[in-house]
């Protein structure tokens, strides 16, 4: 679960807030007038898990040299 915190109450403790995501490897949502707008998430250096996401995500792929389309992956479904 993401912490969520005022743009105004992140300016002045933004070095506390980064320490605490970087020790505790939650993430983090900046809000304006209490709309999300900035995720503070902590690096991983694991471009692999990434890709593991989009693994099987395209039910079909007919045409290899176009473009998919947003219809084409399943995990936007």
Not at 24 to 41: M, W, Y
Request: charged share 30%; no cysteine; hydrophobic share 40%.
């Amino acid at each position: 679960m993401a912490n969520i915190i005022s743009k105004s109450a992140f300016k002045p403790q933004a070095l506390k807030y980064f320490r605490e995501i970087e020790e505790q490897g939650q993430e983090l949502i900046i809000t304006d007038h209490a709309k999300p707008v900035i995720k503070i998430i902590p690096f991983r250096h694991e471009p692999h898990v990434i890709l593991k996401e989009l693994r099987n995500s395209v039910l079909s792929y007919k045409d290899p040299l176009e473009p998919a389309g947003q219809d084409d992956w399943e995990i936007l479904k």
